[in-house]
């Protein structure tokens, strides 16, 4: 398999951030960024909004989702709430 097939596999199985996805796919974080912006750009995947309301102004750990937010790799803090990658179903 490419870098770019085992990346879109890691998304479709839930890995929502760059770190998740080169954590599960054994690359680097900058190999990860590139497939998953080839990915991004071809329509495979896509950026979704998993946490509805801004994050604590204080930052991380201070609300019921730090467990599996930003400070944990699961998404990055976009705007109004946390994204994450998500496959586009084909």
Known sequence: MSIVSDVLAAVAAGAGSTVEVARRTGTTQQ?????????????????????????????C?????????????AGSLVGSGLTAWQAVPR
């Open 31 to 59: 190999d990860a960024e590139t497939a998953l912006a080839a990915l991004s750009a071809t329509g495979h995947i896509r950026r979704v909004l998993v946490f509805a309301d801004a994050c604590a102004t204080e930052g």
């Open 61 to 73: 750990s201070g609300c019921a989702s730090s467990g599996g937010c930003a400070s944990a790799g």
